[in-house]
């Protein structure tokens, strides 16, 4: 079982940044891909940004150029910088994580609890 802890959200004005950061822990033998995604008032749930264990990363076209997604493997822990924030940004961001059971290479996808992230003047 893993559990996922976000934090860094907050209300900032346009054109600013925030860091959000999402620590697993738990059991697992190990955590494969990462990711970040986004759910505001009214709308599904849509991928942000993801970053598989080599450190591929793929972003949706909306946040090319202003976020960057990180991990630290031995901290088990992913980032997502987010610079020049816009108000369509606004939403609660959820991490997400695919975690190998062990020898058997069989992985569960866990989600965090969410963070909100407020973008507005």
């Known amino acids: 079982q893993v559990q996922l802890v976000e934090s860094g959200g907050g209300l900032v004005q346009p054109g600013g940044s925030l860091r959000l950061s999402c620590v697993a822990s738990?059991?697992?033998?190990?955590?494969?891909?990462m990711g970040w995604y986004r759910q505001a008032p009214g709308k599904q749930r849509d991928m942000v940004a993801t970053i598989i264990s080599g450190g591929t990363t793929k972003y949706a076209d909306s946040v090319k150029g202003r976020f960057t997604i990180s991990r630290d493997n031995a901290k088990n822990t992913v980032y997502l910088q987010m610079n020049s924030l816009k108000a369509e940004d606004t939403a609660v961001y959820y991490c997400n994580v695919e975690a190998r059971r062990g020898w058997s290479y069989l992985t569960d996808l866990y989600w965090g609890q969410g963070t909100q992230v407020t973008v507005s003047s």
């Open positions: 738990g059991s697992f033998f190990s955590i494969n891909t």
